[in-house]
């Protein structure tokens, strides 16, 4: 099983500046050391968060559907100590229908993994398979971006990309990079990004790709009386990394802490 989202991009992943110094993996791997446990994490990617958390002596199991970022956590991975590596487990699979046969203290859904499931049906089915892999009194994080009002209505998002700072890769390629909303369904709640890339070779040389995927949105009480539903007990909502009560700024995250 793979996923046609994230085929390109995977490969330029971890050098995207906005990812590389997005505040959350300190706050990802004080949550994993403190579960006092092993810890899944669904949505691993390239490992932007899962390989700290496995630095910090933490036993990590991180799942996927995407092979080619699974692919690329592979070839990160290969460059760790034996250590680390002993403390990483990868799993390809659907969050929606996973089943690993271990139990964690910990579950996290970082970087709004869990907003491509794009049906309440989905969403239900994700949490119920998270639901089964923690111990009891298992925690969960899930990260999820709170929708702007003036955004989301905002057309100008569509009209015309918005540029991300430059950044160059290790053969010396320069990478431009720019999204844009290319379509909006209000009633489901859904929004449809597009990535624009110009890669400019070292020989002068240029090419050019743009992929897409869709993301579905979620509103702080909405996430929390679904999580209710599915049998966790919602224990805090931050607005930011730094654990700021939910709407300390907007829109902010909506990062829920629950345990099932």
């Given at each position: 099983m793979s996923c046609p989202e994230y085929e390109i991009s995977a490969e330029f992943y971890d050098h995207v500046a906005i990812y590389r110094s997005r505040p959350d993996v300190g706050f990802f791997v004080e949550t994993a050391r403190a579960a006092g446990g092993p810890v899944l994490e669904v949505g691993c990617g390239t490992g932007r968060v899962l390989l700290p958390c496995a630095r910090a002596g933490v036993p990590m199991v991180g799942l996927d559907v995407s092979r080619p970022m699974l692919d690329r956590l592979r070839e990160k991975l290969a460059d760790e100590t034996d250590a680390v590596r002993a403390r990483v487990r990868i799993v390809e699979a659907d969050m929606r229908s996973f089943e690993i046969g271990e139990r964690f203290a910990c579950a996290l859904l970082p970087f709004r993994s869990f907003q491509h499931m794009l049906t309440p049906a989905d969403q239900r089915a994700a949490l119920r398979r998270v639901k089964a892999h923690l111990q009891p009194g298992g925690l969960?994080?899930?990260?999820?971006?709170?929708?702007?009002?003036p955004m989301l209505g905002d057309p100008a998002w569509g009209r015309y990309p918005i540029a991300e700072p430059e950044f160059k890769m290790p053969d010396g390629r320069r990478v431009a990079r720019s999204y844009?909303?290319?379509g909006r369904d209000y009633a489901n709640q859904r929004q449809d990004?597009?990535?624009?890339?110009?890669?400019?070779?070292?020989?002068?040389?240029?090419e050019h790709h743009a992929e897409g995927f869709t993301l579905r949105y979620l509103f702080r009480y909405e996430a929390e009386y679904l999580l209710e539903c599915e049998g966790f007990a919602v224990e805090a909502v931050y607005g930011g990394y730094d654990r700021t009560p939910f709407a300390t700024r907007y829109p902010g995250e909506v990062i829920l802490v629950a345990r099932a």
């Open positions: 969960m994080v899930l990260d999820l971006f709170n929708p702007s009002i844009r909303v290319v990004v597009e990535f624009l890339l110009g890669v400019a070779h070292p020989d002068g040389r240029t």
